[in-house]
């Protein structure tokens, strides 16, 4: 029995300023659940836990990245995603969280505009 998780929709700046204001712990807890969402996207994110041993967690975020790049931004360059993580990290949760609300939020049906010639 498989239950569908809902991706959770976050304002960026809430969650730089959780992160500051907790000195980072936010920004595990926040890796931890976007990891779930894009794991019930279809992605295959390890466990959080090879976050915390040193050398397996280039192989954690190697993963993260590609689940990024191919569920939710559809493209197939995870190793530029990695590599902006790797030496820019901070501006992951921009992305990261945009597209995951973007992936989120409805889409809106194709709308019929009817003009008077």
Same mark, same amino acid.
């Not at 700046?13 to 595990?28: A, S």
């Not at 191919?70 to 993580?85: A, T």
């Not at 820019?88 to 003009?115: D, R």
């Given at each position: 029995?498989?239950?569908e998780r809902v991706?959770?929709e976050r304002n960026?700046?809430?969650?730089?300023?959780?992160?500051?204001?907790? &000195?980072?712990?936010?920004?595990?807890?926040?890796?931890?659940?976007?990891?779930?969402?894009?794991?019930?996207?279809?992605?295959?994110?390890?466990?959080?836990?090879?976050?915390?041993?040193?050398?397996?967690?280039?192989?954690?975020?190697?993963?993260?990245?590609?689940?990024?790049?191919?569920? #939710?931004?559809?493209?197939?360059?995870?190793? #530029?995603?990695?590599?902006?993580?790797?030496?820019?990290?901070?501006?992951?949760?921009? &992305? #990261?969280?945009?597209?995951?609300?973007?992936?989120?939020?409805?889409?809106?049906?194709?709308?019929?505009s009817s003009q008077?010639?």
């Amino acid at each position: 029995m498989s239950e569908e998780r809902v991706i959770k929709e976050r304002n960026v700046f809430m969650v730089y300023f959780l992160m500051f204001i907790t &000195f980072g712990f936010y920004g595990i807890y926040w890796s931890v659940s976007t990891k779930e969402d894009m794991n019930s996207l279809g992605a295959e994110i390890p466990t959080a836990w090879l976050l915390v041993l040193p050398g397996i967690n280039l192989y954690w975020l190697y993963k993260y990245s590609e689940a990024y790049a191919c569920q #939710v931004r559809k493209s197939n360059d995870p190793m #530029v995603w990695f590599l902006i993580n790797f030496f820019v990290g901070f501006v992951t949760p921009a &992305f #990261v969280q945009s597209g995951l609300n973007e992936s989120s939020s409805p889409k809106p049906q194709g709308q019929i505009s009817s003009q008077a010639a």
